[in-house]
């Protein structure tokens, strides 16, 4: 099945599976549901995100009407980290054409960027002003479905840690997708499977 499969059970058979899977350590348990994400957006006002033309998501409800950069509220930022089926409108015949090759793909990408982005704000308010640092520490540990040992000192280390993270530099906060292949469905589903044979899994994992 697909390896989002196991969060249908619960939160270790999550971290047993990546460790089983790919043999990857997992050192704390973070889970960001809807409601927690919108929270913590607003908590920091808005996190900017472009498109280069004006994009839609019929299914999430994401509207940007206009290209390039958007200051995205909590639900529209929510809109657009849940947006698999995002258009861009074409801007010589008005028409809309699907942005990605892959969906779950393209998703991917995104939701790495804005994380990046909102990481980045998070700790720059966070430091800069003391009374932001408390409340984004209150959204994770109180909003957030955490592991026992991860607490509000936890919180404030990682700030500290990530001090000096720009959101606007790519390079600040490494995020990777593992190298991937089609191959036979599973259960009636589309599965992508890890290219274990491509240098680049190796070196990532």
Same mark, same amino acid.
């Given at each position: 099945?697909?390896?989002?499969?196991?969060?249908?059970?619960?939160?270790?058979?999550?971290?047993?599976?990546?460790?089983?899977?790919?043999?990857?350590?997992?050192?704390?348990?973070?889970?960001?549901?809807?409601?927690?994400?919108?929270?913590?957006?607003?908590?920091?006002?808005?996190?900017?995100?472009?498109?280069?033309?004006?994009?839609?998501?019929?299914?999430?409800?994401?509207?940007?009407?206009?290209?390039?950069?958007?200051?995205?509220?909590?639900?529209?930022?929510?809109?657009?980290?849940?947006?698999?089926?995002?258009?861009?409108? #074409? &801007?010589? *015949?008005?028409?809309? !054409?699907?942005?990605? $090759? +892959?969906?779950?793909?393209?998703?991917?990408?995104?939701?790495?960027?804005?994380?990046?982005?909102?990481?980045?704000?998070?700790?720059?308010?966070?430091?800069? #002003? &003391?009374? *932001?640092?408390?409340? !984004?520490?209150?959204? $994770? +540990?109180?909003?957030?479905?955490?592991?026992?040992?991860?607490?509000?000192?936890?919180?404030?280390?990682?700030?500290?840690?990530?001090?000096?993270?720009?959101?606007?530099?790519?390079?600040?906060?490494?995020?990777?997708?593992?190298?991937?292949?089609?191959?036979?469905?599973?259960?009636?589903?589309?599965?992508?499977?890890?290219?274990?044979?491509?240098?680049?899994?190796?070196?990532?994992?």
């Amino acid at each position: 099945a697909k390896i989002n499969a196991a969060y249908n059970y619960d939160q270790q058979t999550v971290i047993d599976t990546l460790k089983q899977n790919f043999d990857v350590d997992i050192n704390h348990y973070i889970e960001l549901n809807f409601k927690s994400f919108v929270e913590l957006v607003d908590s920091l006002d808005k996190v900017p995100v472009y498109v280069p033309y004006p994009a839609r998501d019929a299914y999430t409800g994401l509207d940007l009407p206009n290209a390039g950069c958007n200051a995205l509220d909590g639900e529209q930022s929510l809109q657009w980290a849940r947006s698999r089926y995002l258009e861009y409108q #074409n &801007p010589e *015949t008005g028409r809309w !054409v699907s942005a990605d $090759i +892959v969906p779950d793909i393209g998703r991917i990408a995104r939701q790495q960027e804005f994380m990046r982005r909102l990481a980045g704000i998070a700790v720059q308010k966070s430091l800069a #002003n &003391p009374f *932001t640092a408390n409340v !984004v520490a209150d959204k $994770i +540990v109180n909003g957030l479905k955490v592991d026992d040992a991860f607490d509000k000192t936890s919180v404030f280390s990682l700030l500290d840690a990530f001090r000096t993270l720009n959101p606007d530099d790519q390079s600040a906060l490494e995020m990777v997708t593992i190298p991937w292949k089609t191959g036979p469905d599973q259960s009636g589903q589309s599965v992508l499977y890890a290219d274990t044979a491509s240098p680049a899994f190796g070196a990532i994992i």
